[in-house]
């Protein structure tokens, strides 16, 4: 009974400690307004261009984001990238 309570008592505290070895500043936070604002032009751009939204479709959205990029704004490129290309 003991080494089975020991046993579990030590996978629980390594869940726990490689969780918060895991965690990275700032993850996990609202975004700002100014990140909300950026996040909802970024899809009304690239909407404008053709693209449906990743939520409507999801295997075609990564193939069209790659087809338009060159056509979005510098913010709009570094925002979808980081989001769905890399």
Same mark, same amino acid.
Request: charged content about 25%.
């Given at each position: 009974?003991?080494?089975?309570? @020991?046993?579990? &008592?030590?996978?629980?505290? +390594?869940?726990? #400690?490689? $969780?918060?070895?895991?965690?990275?500043? =700032?993850?996990? +936070? #609202?975004?700002? #307004?100014?990140?909300? /604002? @950026? /996040?909802?032009? &970024?899809?009304?751009?690239?909407?404008? %261009? =053709? &693209?449906?939204?990743?939520?409507?479709?999801?295997?075609?959205?990564?193939?069209?984001?790659?087809?338009? %990029?060159?056509? %979005? +704004? $510098?913010? &709009?490129? =570094?925002?979808?990238?980081?989001?769905? %290309?890399?």
């Amino acid at each position: 009974m003991r080494k089975t309570l @020991l046993a579990v &008592c030590v996978v629980m505290i +390594s869940i726990v #400690a490689l $969780a918060d070895m895991e965690h990275k500043t =700032g993850q996990g +936070s #609202a975004p700002t #307004a100014k990140e909300l /604002s @950026l /996040s909802r032009s &970024c899809f009304t751009e690239i909407e404008v %261009l =053709g &693209c449906k939204h990743p939520g409507e479709d999801q295997k075609n959205f990564p193939v069209c984001l790659e087809q338009k %990029l060159e056509h %979005l +704004s $510098a913010p &709009c490129k =570094g925002f979808f990238t980081r989001l769905y %290309l890399k």
